[in-house]
């Protein structure tokens, strides 16, 4: 990874553009410090270390801190996220998107513009909603409609800017412009944590156990993302065959490849939408001002706070771990099923002249990508399970209270693996383009 670096820095267009990338960077972090006008900040932050709350930490970290600070950055990209994974699923469903996606460049322009203006909606919801919900209870400095135009408005157009920063370094930068920014939260807040693990398990202790305690913590964390590497980077490679056909002098096909099929095959996106189902009531509950009692209702909320998974002193509330754990595994298969149709796979391989060896085309074919696709599913979800699981356990047992739990670490691993791989074409495209032009030159 060092050596992509070090020879991308060799190349002036992506040395500019390396450049470029950073600057944004610096301008998403400067708006990440801004205050909101007319906000009492540290009602969000009493709120959090009162309430101990999973839902608003995990939201926290998204946005880099910003949510804390109720900066005019708070809301961060969580719209345009959200409005991603809401347009995939209506590509699905509306017969109309899905043309626009088989278009090409200029459907998948149109998407694009759309799935802007769902952002911006979304973001006005959400400002409208926590303006309103936490205004009331002491966010506004004055509760009035004056005050809450100027936060929905700073909010969402901050949303706004930061989805604009996105497609700009997409555009100008290294690209996966979004991805970069909401890596560059996430890592912001790191070495809090790390002051915070340094505080709690290291600080004051002997040096032989502050030694041993350091060792445990970095070896964890490496296994957990050498872990993420390999489940992000597996994949089982289907052999795919193509028939010969004679055209006139010419022959065609009678080639060999594969179809690559991700052990992780959805990502990060079921984590995201079962965390997100289960803190959705937290939420709901905090901007009604209800579930601190000891009511059966407020016993269901502290079920779904992550918070108090794995704790040796409470077990009955892991119970929401386990229905975590099912939502995480349900969804997984949920996504991959409206993202990757194995019949039309078959139907195109079949137009195609290609078949799997030892499989006969039509049904057969349908039957056994369905069949391993479900195999492959299930590994990868179980995976994910697993990165989740372990950073809640430590929170559960050791009280290890930190925000770079799994989905935080998929997302990180996810996002540095793909932009040194986009680096590495942009640097092969170069060297492409250098070697046809002196070779043109040449003669």
């Known amino acids: 990874m060092l050596k992509t670096v070090r020879k991308a820095f060799q190349i002036e267009d992506i040395r500019k553009r390396l450049f470029y990338t950073f600057l944004m960077l610096i301008v998403v972090r400067f708006g ?127 949303s706004a800017f930061l989805m604009w920063i996105g ?40 040096l032989a156990k502050g030694a041993m305690a350091a060792i445990i913590i970095l070896a964890i964390l490496l296994a957990v993302v050498l872990f993420v590497i390999i489940l992000q980077d597996g994949e089982r490679r289907i052999a795919v065959q193509y028939s010969q056909k004679v055209q006139g002098r010419r022959t065609y096909g009678g080639k060999a490849t594969h179809i690559p099929l991700k052990v992780n095959t959805s990502g990060v996106i079921p984590v995201i939408f079962a965390s997100s189902l289960m803190q959705f009531p937290i939420v709901i509950a905090q901007f009604l001002g209800k579930g601190d009692g000891n009511g059966w209702g407020s016993q269901i909320l502290r079920t779904m706070n992550s918070n108090n998974w794995c704790d040796p002193d409470n077990l009955v509330y892991s ?80 009280g290890a209270n930190v925000s770079f739990g799994g989905t935080s670490l998929i997302i990180i691993v996810g996002v540095v ?3 040194i791989k986009k680096i590495e074409s942009q640097m092969l495209v170069r060297n492409y383009s250098g070697f046809l032009s002196s070779k043109g030159s040449s003669k």
């Open 32 to 158: 990440s410090q801004l205050p909101t006008p007319g906000v009492d900040p540290t009602y969000i932050q009493n709120l959090l270390a009162s309430q101990n709350n999973g839902a608003y930490s995990f939201f926290d970290a998204f946005t880099g801190g910003s949510f804390t600070r109720m900066s005019v950055f708070a809301l961060s990209i969580t719209p345009y996220i959200t409005s991603s994974i809401i347009m995939q699923l209506l590509t699905i469903a509306i017969p109309k998107l899905e043309e626009m996606q088989k278009e090409g460049a200029e459907g998948r322009k149109k998407i694009a513009a759309i799935t802007r203006y769902v952002t911006v909606a979304l973001a006005l919801i959400e400002s409208i909603a926590m303006s309103i919900g936490f205004g009331r209870q002491g966010l506004l400095e004055e509760f009035n409609f004056v005050n809450v135009a100027i936060v929905v408005c700073t909010l969402t157009a901050g």
């Open 167 to 206: 497609e700009r370094i997409t555009e100008k930068g290294v690209g996966n412009g979004i991805s970069i920014v909401l890596l560059i939260n996430i890592l912001s807040r790191v070495p809090n944590d790390f002051v915070t693990l340094y505080t709690q398990f290291i600080k004051g202790k002997t």
């Open 319 to 398: 119970i929401g771990l386990i229905i975590y754990i099912a939502l995480t595994i349900f969804f997984a298969y949920f996504y991959t099923s409206i993202t990757f149709n194995p019949l039309e796979i078959a139907n195109n391989m079949k137009k195609s002249g290609g078949f799997i060896p030892g499989i006969r085309p039509g049904k057969p074919t349908v039957e056994y990508l369905q069949t391993i696709l479900n195999r492959i599913v299930f590994i990868g979800a179980c995976g994910l399970v697993i990165v989740q699981v372990v950073p809640f356990f430590f929170n559960g047992v050791f």
């Open 417 to 419: 693996l793909e932009t």
